[in-house]
């Protein structure tokens, strides 16, 4: 009788190897074995041999507990919004796609012990069909958004930060496909409302770049929440729902009479004077300001040509001058756990049966956080305590804090 | 193009340059022309353009406040560039005066120090803050849980 692996679940192979963006050859090729093999082991016509088992686990970089986790039923029609269903590849998509189920779990698992901050997102009376919202209704809901959200006119100071304190689960991770930049969907969670998500690629490195993300996710998230799945899926329609976002991000990121008054030249030089004030890439100003009809369409077309003599269409001026906007709602609920004593490091990864690297990643938390390891201690910290003493609590492993509790005296 | 708006004593056009491949604005009021220009060090000359030049050579900067002469223009240029430590804000915003040629600069107003003031008001209302709300916070029934759970731990030693 052969040797195989008892309790082995043959799906978790198969969303680990795609979690890792292998093609099925490719993992055979690594573990030297059949394609066959892989494909059996997947469909669970036979399970791998302890020392095949053993590589597999070392290859995907997962525990052996992953591979014996019962899997639960994968959720049906949803309605996740990605930003080029044409020329992202299978592979590319069936990675993030799981990616994202292991964010839902890790959201879902912190949601046991403490509660996100309650969804208070605009929710306009939008179509079921897209084709059916306009242009200046777009610049309405944009408008209407930063109003909702108590915002002036002025620039936003941070996107992510804004989307967060507004109930949405937000995590950065790599995409590793050019054309993957962010996605979003509106998740139901068992018996609680929908919860905004959104992805946001960390590939590019660009702050200005993942704002605007931000900002076309939350054009999703408002535009498009009542739409038809089937617009989702269709190629003529999806297009127009990306355009809808886009426009919607240009108008919140960029209101029109705001944007107006600082706008004083069509050129190139006056996109890059305001690129600090706006937080916005040039590219996007060109846009925006064709969009608005500040500048011709002859102007625009000289705008672009002028912007690749320059240089500037790989890498733009300041685009380093700006830190990334990292989320920090999943990072301050593990701390939190941590911190407070309800779950140790242990028990989290027991219950989350990933690489500690990946739950690192998918929750903005620094590398190293769930190992044992004691965290550097900061010694800022402990100063900003010795001015302020207040009873804040401590923000990450490692932290000093005041040896008095509450009621000492 | 705004500041024409504001003001109805200044013109902003949007032209093309010479050869028409980009466009600048040139703000004028009377006699008095201006065209703006980004560059690293406020001493930094403009790179050359065949428009400066012609505003430039028709140009006759007199420093004393006297307004130019019947006929003549006085020729400025907007000069600004970002803070090296930061650049999000402007380290320097110069109106300089250039010679015949555009070789140097015969005179300079530099804005930021001239109407410190204002740039201060400015760069205080500058963005949209909000309140951080993305913090979690634990379940009531999570801290009973753990209190109870201390508890027997008490007992139990």
Redesign the interface.
């Known amino acids: 009788m052969k040797r195989g692996t008892p309790g082995f679940v043959g799906a978790r192979l198969k969303e680990a190897r795609e979690a890792r963006g292998l093609t099925a050859t490719a993992l055979s090729e690594i573990l030297r074995v059949t394609r066959q093999s892989v494909s059996q082991y997947e469909n669970e016509q036979q399970t791998p041999r302890p020392e095949v088992m053993r590589k597999i686990e070392e290859v995907l970089n997962l525990p052996p507990a992953f591979f014996s986790r019962p899997v639960e039923d994968e959720p049906g029609d949803r309605k996740i919004f990605y930003r080029d269903m044409e020329s992202t590849t299978k592979l590319a998509r069936a990675r993030m796609d799981r990616r994202y189920l292991w964010l839902n779990e890790i959201a879902d698992y ?1 949601q ?6 309650p969804v208070d997102f605009p929710r306009f009376e939008t179509p079921r069909d897209p084709t059916e919202i306009s242009w200046d209704s777009i610049e309405v809901m944009a408008s209407k958004t ?1 109003e909702y ?9 941070n996107v992510v ?2 989307l ?3 109930g949405a689960v937000v995590a950065r991770g790599m995409m590793e496909a050019d054309e993957l930049d962010a996605f979003s969907e509106w998740r139901e969670w068992h018996e609680h409302n929908e919860t905004p998500y959104v992805f946001l690629g960390a590939d590019k490195q660009n702050a200005f770049r993942s704002r605007y993300d931000g900002a076309h996710e939350l054009g999703h998230l408002v535009l498009h929440r009542n739409i038809d799945k089937k617009h989702v899926d269709n190629t003529r329609t999806h297009k127009l729902i990306e355009k809808q976002a886009y426009r919607f991000a240009g108008a919140f990121l960029l209101p029109a009479s705001s944007f ?11 996109f ?2 305001l690129k ?2 706006w ?1 916005v890439s040039i590219a996007m100003m060109i846009y925006r300001s064709a969009d608005l009809g ?1 500048v011709g369409k002859e ?1 625009t077309r ?2 672009w ?2 912007r690749t003599r320059r240089g500037w269409r790989l890498r733009e001026p ?1 685009d380093d ?2 830190d990334i906007e990292e989320p ?2 999943l990072r ?2 593990f701390e ?1 756990l941590v911190n ?3 779950q140790s490091r242990d028990a989290i990864r027991f219950a989350l049966p990933y690489a500690s690297s990946d739950i690192e990643e998918l929750a903005g938390l620094p590398p190293g956080f769930l190992e044992d390891k004691p965290a550097p201690i900061s010694l800022k910290a402990y100063s900003r305590k010795r001015n302020g003493g207040t009873n804040r609590q401590p923000q990450g492993p490692g932290e000093i804090v005041d040896f008095r509790t509450t009621g000492d005296t | 193009m705004a500041i024409a708006e504001d003001y109805p004593e200044i013109t902003g056009a949007s032209k093309p340059n010479h050869r028409g491949t980009s466009y600048y604005t040139l703000l004028s009021s009377g006699s008095v022309f201006l065209t703006a220009n980004a560059v690293q060090q406020p001493n930094e000359l403009v790179r050359y353009a065949m428009y400066r030049e012609t505003y430039a050579i028709a140009s006759v900067p007199n420093l004393f406040g006297e307004p130019p002469a019947e006929g003549g223009i006085l020729y400025a240029i907007l000069l600004h560039g970002p803070e090296e430590e930061d650049k999000m804000r402007p380290e320097f915003v110069h109106i300089v005066f250039p010679n015949k040629d555009c070789s140097e600069y015969v005179g300079r107003i530099d804005l930021l120090l001239r109407f410190a003031d204002l740039v201060e008001e400015l760069r205080k209302t500058e963005e949209e803050g909000f309140e951080d709300k993305a913090f979690p916070s634990l379940r009531p029934g999570v801290e009973w849980q753990k209190d109870k759970e201390e508890g027997a731990e008490d007992q139990t030693g």
Do not use: C, M
């Open positions: 912190l046991q012990f403490v509660s996100f901050p930063r959200w108590g915002l002036g006119e002025g620039p936003i100071s930060s804004l967060e304190s507004n107006a008054n600082d706008f004083y030249a069509p050129s190139l030089d006056t890059r004077a600090p004030k937080k500040f102007q000289r705008l040509i002028n300041l001058a700006l920090r709602l301050r609920a939190l407070e004593g309800v």
